[in-house]
């Protein structure tokens, strides 16, 4: 279900003044002509598949740097936020200003497509080379791909450390009917995350032949999966969004969360500006504001979705990532569109059969 939030920035402080309202430190003197139009404009559309509850954090703080921007959140899973964008555009209705998806691939399509507008942000050279595309599509976090477990019910001994680990632990009958992934067929980030893994491990056949062997579980998105690893339904989960299962493990015994220690997947959601805005100011102001150490800081600290730039502090950043894993062990997915690779009808198609006939085989 669609959730949707709505903060009227004039009510998120009533003690800020409009001179919270200034151009940011470093930036152009003339930026004040964009936040005067955003304001202008006073609301922002976004589509978003990050849980309003990490965004609340953002919204509220936005909100109080730069009152009388009115943010409307719509909160879908990322197959809805690409479908719904694209049948809006088509039938020439309202549609949001920017899309915010961990659903790297889709976002890739629509960007390429022509559907996102080319904007230099100011904060643009302080994130990795590889999460910018053509000034279009701009990468915001720093996300792993984990295997979650029970930590109740798997011992110590069982839990895998590496790809190879995982492959030989499923096979086990104790994991039969007790392992879950993400229903590659419904879920985009899923998708996403299995077409790279089979980039990325010389092995990926014989995961996918492991997964048969377990019978599969499969789930829509990371709450149902955790939900049922904490209960004991599942034991064992595989490239579940570590940014929520890390904050899930610290409330709950119950889960115990590894990242791959011979190679981790990250994940990086993707932002861009609808070329067609009806607010595009307060649109570019968002994105620079969520580019920004402030805006950063947040995503790390409260939102815990892992700081994309390499100068923000706290657990949840690339740099205490980085120093856990090893430079060399993450594989960064890039904001590029070598991602459109898998979604062309006849791969994606091939992909999914293949998928099938050997993970999905009951």
Known sequence: MMLKTTLAAACATLFAGSALAQVPAGYPADYQKLIDAAKKEGKLVIYGATDSKATQPLIKDFSALYPGITVEYNDMNSTEVYNRFISEVAAGGNTADAMWSSAMDLQMRLASDGYALAYKSVEASKIPGWAVWDDKAYGTTFEPAAIVYNKRLVDAKEVPQTHADFTRL???PKFKDKVTTYDIEKSGVGFMFMTQDARENPKFTDLENAFGVAKVRVQSSTGTMMERISSGENLIGYNVLGSYALVRAKADPSIGV?????YTLVMSRVFFINKSAKNVNAAKLWLDYMLSHRGQT??????????IRADVTGETTSAELIK???KDNIKPVPVHPILLQFLGPAKRMAFLNQWKA?????
Do not use: R
């Not at 590894?258 to 011979?262: A, E, F, R």
């Not at 947040?298 to 700081?307: P, Q």
């Not at 050997?358 to 009951?362: D, F, I, Q, V």
């Open 170 to 172: 499923i096979q086990q």
């Open 258 to 262: 590894v990242l791959p220690k011979d």
């Open 298 to 307: 947040i995503i790390a600290n409260e939102s815990k979705l892992f700081a």
């Open 324 to 326: 856990q894993i090893g």
């Open 358 to 362: 050997t993970a999905g085989k009951k």
